[in-house]
């Protein structure tokens, strides 16, 4: 019964994230305002680090910290079976640092484009700035 959850827990939580990139995915292709495409990558790049965590999250009881404590005999076997490994943990606070600079810079540019053209429709912004006609 154990193993059948967990299966359906990954199934579930790979549904989840897929469906979730999906979404976010549309709502930067097809958005028109600035602010909901900036929206939907933020959300697009929440789901890939939630995604990279459950790449190196193990499900195995008990979880202990990656913490060496005993490199000799049972307690590597037992530390390397069932602690969480570190990189992906370390990748994404990395990925979170740099995902706010990028939503910063990228925010920036909407405010200006908002001074410059009085709105953030994504269409209109580039006919007022560019001066030429975008069609449907």
């Known amino acids: 019964m154990v193993v059948v959850l967990e299966a359906f827990t990954y199934i579930l ?12 995915i549309y709502g930067i292709v097809y ?12 959300i697009l790049s929440d789901t ?9 999250f193990y499900y195995a009881y008990p979880i202990v910290p990656p913490v060496y404590q005993d490199l000799a005999g049972a307690g590597r076997e037992f ?8 990189l992906p943990q370390a990748l994404v ?5 740099i995902g706010l600079a990028v939503n910063a810079l990228i925010a920036f540019g909407i405010i200006q484009a908002y001074r410059l053209a009085k709105t953030t429709d994504a269409r209109k912004v580039v006919e007022v700035l560019s001066g030429v006609e975008v069609t449907e």
Do not use: E, Q
């Open 79 to 86: 530390l390397v079976k069932h602690a969480s490994d570190p």
């Open 31 to 42: 958005g028109r305002s600035l602010v909901k495409k900036l929206i939907s990558l933020t």
């Open 93 to 97: 606070l990395t990925g979170i640092v």
């Open 48 to 56: 890939v680090l939630v995604a990279v965590i459950f790449a190196g």
């Open 13 to 24: 939580i790979i549904a989840v994230l897929g469906l979730n990139a999906l979404v976010s």
